[in-house]
Each structure stands twice: as C-alpha cells, then as structure tokens.
C-alpha cells in the first residue's frame, strides 16, 4: 500500500497542502503583490495540467504505463517527449509554483525546489535506471538529445 502512495502526485498533493496551510494560517505578513501573481499562478497551473495530458495521452496512445514503479512495454519519444523526458513531472512543478502564487504563500516557495529535488532522487533516477536497462542504447540515444527537464 505504502508503494502506491509513494508517487508524484501524493507529493506534490503533501507540498500543495503545506503551501495552502502556510497562505491561510502562517502568512507572516509577506506577499508576491496584487494581481500578477494571481494571474501568473493561474497560467502556470495551466500550463502544468496541459504538459500532464498531452504525456498522458502519449502514454495511452503507445500503451503503456504511466506508473512510476512500474516497468514501461514501450520508449515514448513522440509527441510532448520530443522535449522534455519528464513532462508530467515538469506539470507537477509548475502546478505547485503557480499554486504557491495563486495563494499568495511566500514562505512556501523553498517547496518547488525541494519536490524536484524529490522527484529527482525518489523517481526519476530509478525510472531511467529501468528505460535503460529494458531499451538500451535506444534510451541512450532518446538521454542523448532530450533533456531531463526542459
């Protein structure tokens, strides 16, 4: 059960509440500013669902499975791939940037760098251990020019 709790959603869920609790009860007085942060959230929630259903329609369109712990029947480099090898963990992170900004929570801001730094260690280093081990030098070539990120 724990195993299935430990993916990037429940993470970036854990740091969203932590952020929605320091904006409602310990702002200490601090704020981004009236109005762009509001807007800028917004756009970057946006932006970070739109990265998470086009990687998700990728991953129903080859077939395969999205499940961090799981091993992948198929390489995925189309469609949003081409430019990010993470894209739904790039969503995840702009989703909790821009919630961060939405609620105006200053003090939560350290979180963004902290759930990469999550992702990077707990998810990702794993997931690329396993492509390389089941897709070799195909998943080489795929490190090779895309990159982690953005």
């Known amino acids: ?3 299935w709790l430990d993916i990037p959603p429940m993470w970036l869920l854990g740091c969203a509440v932590l952020a929605w609790v ?3 009860y310990v702002p200490l007085g601090l704020s981004f500013g009236q109005g762009w942060a509001f807007a800028a959230g917004t756009t970057l929630v946006a932006l970070g669902l739109l990265l998470l259903a086009l990687a998700l329609m990728e991953f ?3 077939r395969t499975t999205p499940i961090p712990h799981m091993d992948a029947s198929e390489l995925i480099t189309s469609g949003i791939f081409r430019f990010s090898r993470n894209p739904i963990y790039l969503g ?3 989703i909790l940037a821009g919630l961060i900004l939405r609620w105006d929570a200053v003090v939560s801001v350290p979180l963004v760098p902290i759930l990469v730094w999550i992702i990077n260690n707990r998810f990702i280093h794993a997931e690329e251990f396993r492509l390389e081990r089941d897709f ?3 998943f080489l070539r795929y490190m090779a020019q895309t ?3 953005l």
């Open 1 to 3: 059960m724990l195993k």
């Open 92 to 94: 995840d992170i702009l």
């Open 22 to 24: 320091q904006a409602e």
């Open 147 to 149: 990159r982690r990120w």
């Open 136 to 138: 070799g030098d195909a």
């Open 60 to 62: 129903v369109r080859k």
